[in-house]
């Protein structure tokens, strides 16, 4: 089942490729041309998926997307005070080539624009018999799951362009703020620029910055997290150069845009979004790129006030029906198919914010679905922020699923999902137990109708008077009296003395105790063809559990007063019906017996 979160970019990649604004860098090595059409997006989660639409293979240049990387290395080998010596943390509001020195100190204003990066550039050094380069590439590699190199003919054409940044070198290094000679921090910056990525490597960049430094699908950690504070705040506030105020304002991304096309940005905690397409504004940020952070944000809900929180997988639980059974008391053949049917269904618990990152693993789950399955709960029960990107999306999957003919069940008493994604009638439940009876219940209509529960049930054809002779149970249920109760109707209390057996004709009886802190606990549901009543013979012959009606619910009482006359008067047929009801009841433990042994095996 394709995913809503794929078809999402996918509509917007179709809709933003219609831009035809900007034009490329047009500094290139001789014989390599840009495509002007190239366009990728890719969305890669802090638990390492990737989502991928477009030109997300090919090959561009780094450039200036690699200035946040290098400031990391040079933060991780001299500490914060000794590069804040060298450059400084404040927004210059400049282009990213403005000098933006300080009058006394010639310091610049920050690591994102170019002078910034020249200083970063001088302070790393070659060490360990590799060079200032290999330590570099080394060092953007350990943000991908590949090798990344540096491309010679990029930095040559580079090179031969780069009268201002040669200029930049020599006016800072007259400061004193190069830790090495103005020509060696300007190779050492124009071969990082030079750094050949694709777009899907720049969103799992981006997502390990998101992820606290740490590579989400290798486990490497690239960045230590004081690195990561200081690089992140420093690209919201200037990553975007002059045009930064509005982004934060709008987008609300850490973010960071390089003129080969690339544009990355950061949803701490969450993700990772990268877009790469070589036409450029008068900003030097890709045209695409930018509008598609900015309708991503929008949609998604992505701003950084919105999606505080860290992100995590909104999932804390999935298992099938057949693991966590409902309460309701089935026959032995039914138990058995339910058993093996038990996999069509399954419960996904949920639990914390519905944002982004939460909303992301749950649709990804959804998503993946085996063909087989027919039937899934959504237990929202624990969940407590819920953003409109998650109403869309799951209105849009439980669409899908109408369409193969599968069903999405909400267990969602504060309605927190079921209405805003139009659920329809029948389909939202208070307690898990009732969901999974109705999943139950469907895959028995489905595929044993012989054994689904019947709405109707005679007394004489009760289970638990199925070993009597026919004229033995016709003579018990003569002697019973019918009595009938509305949907929530109390029919028995705890501590109400034992006043009969209780034989269900149609209709469901729900059972209830109180735990400890005297909070109310669903025990089991019994259905058309069951009996209640008999359990508070156990102690002091006073009933423990409070069984009430759900639904409309007919019932015939064999009434204590009746039993005791009957024991008079027929002590044959009163023998009968007391084996009769204590075999049922053996029977029920011992199927009780085998699932809570099945649960348990699950669970360990």
């Excluded at 994604?421 to 028995?444: K, M, N, P, W, Y």
């Amino acid at each position: 089942m394709d995913s809503p979160i794929e078809e999402y970019l996918h509509r917007v990649h179709a809709e933003i490729s219609e831009l035809r604004d900007g034009q490329p860098y047009s500094v290139a090595p001789k014989g390599r041309s840009v495509d002007p059409e190239d366009f990728g997006i890719c969305l890669a989660t802090v638990d390492g998926y990737v989502y991928e639409v477009g030109t997300t293979s090919k090959e561009f240049s780094m450039q200036s997307l690699s200035k946040p990387f290098s400031y990391g290395l040079a933060l991780t080998e001299h500490g914060l005070e000794a590069v804040d010596a060298k450059v400084d943390v404040e927004p210059s509001g400049d282009s990213f080539t403005e000098i933006s020195l300080a009058p006394k100190t010639g310091r610049p204003a920050n690591a994102m624009i170019n002078a910034g990066a020249l200083a970063v550039a001088s302070l790393i050094k070659g060490s360990g018999g590799k060079t200032a380069l290999n330590r570099i590439v080394d060092f953007y590699s350990g943000f991908t799951d590949r090798q990344l190199t540096s491309s010679k003919g990029v930095y040559n054409a580079e090179r031969r362009n780069s009268d201002h940044n040669h200029a930049l070198a020599f006016l800072m290094s007259s400061f004193g703020l190069l830790e090495s000679l103005p020509t060696t921090a300007l190779e050492t910056y124009l071969r990082q620029c030079a750094v050949q990525i694709t777009c899907r490597d720049l969103s799992l960049m981006a997502a390990t910055l998101a992820n606290s430094g740490t590579n989400p699908v290798t486990g490497h950690e690239a960045l230590g997290v004081e690195a990561v504070e200081r690089v992140l705040s420093v690209m919201m506030t200037s990553g975007m150069y002059d045009n930064a105020g509005d982004w934060v304002a709008s987008v609300g991304m850490p973010a960071k845009s390089g003129v080969g096309g690339g544009t990355l940005a950061v949803l701490p905690g969450q993700a990772g979004l990268a877009v790469f397409s070589p036409p450029l504004d008068a900003h030097g940020t890709s045209v695409r790129g930018e509008a598609a952070c900015r309708r991503m944000s929008a949609d998604m809900e992505m701003h950084f006030v919105r999606s505080a929180r860290a992100g995590r997988s909104a999932i804390r639980a999935i298992h099938s029906i057949a693991q966590v059974p409902s309460a309701v008391r089935r026959t032995d053949e039914a138990a058995a198919v339910l058993r093996d049917l038990g996999d069509r269904g399954i419960v996904i618990e949920l639990t914390g914010d519905l944002l982004f990152a939460g909303t992301e693993s749950m649709i990804r789950e959804l998503s993946t679905l085996n063909d087989d399955v027919e039937f899934v709960v959504l237990d929202a029960r624990r969940v407590d922020e819920v953003s409109r990107m998650s109403h869309t999306m799951l209105a849009n999957l439980e669409q899908q699923l109408r369409h193969t003919h599968r069903q999405l069940l909400f267990v969602d008493p504060e309605d927190r999902l079921a209405t805003a994604v139009s659920a329809t009638e029948g389909s939202t439940f208070v307690t898990r137990s009732t969901a999974i009876a109705h999943c139950e219940d469907q895959l028995l209509q489905r595929h044993s109708p012989e054994l689904s529960t019947p709405s109707r049930v005679a007394v004489s054809e009760a289970p638990a008077l199925s070993s009597l002779p026919a004229g033995d149970a016709e003579e018990l249920e003569r002697l019973m009296e019918s009595r009938n109760y509305q949907d929530g109707e109390v029919v028995r209390r705890v501590g109400q003395r034992f006043d009969g057996v209780y034989f269900i004709v149609s209709g469901r009886i729900t059972t209830t105790a109180r735990d400890a802190e005297g909070n109310r606990v669903g025990l089991g549901t019994l259905s058309a063809g069951m009996t209640f009543g008999e359990l508070a013979l156990g102690r002091e012959q006073r009933q423990e559990l409070t069984q009430r009606a759900q639904g409309s619910v007919e019932v015939k009482v064999l009434s204590a007063a009746t039993i005791d006359h009957l024991e008079k008067e027929d002590p044959r047929l009163a023998g009968e019906m007391w084996r009769a009801l204590t075999r049922e009841a053996f029977t029920r433990v011992d199927q009780y017996m085998r699932e809570v042994t099945s649960l348990i095996r699950d669970y360990y």
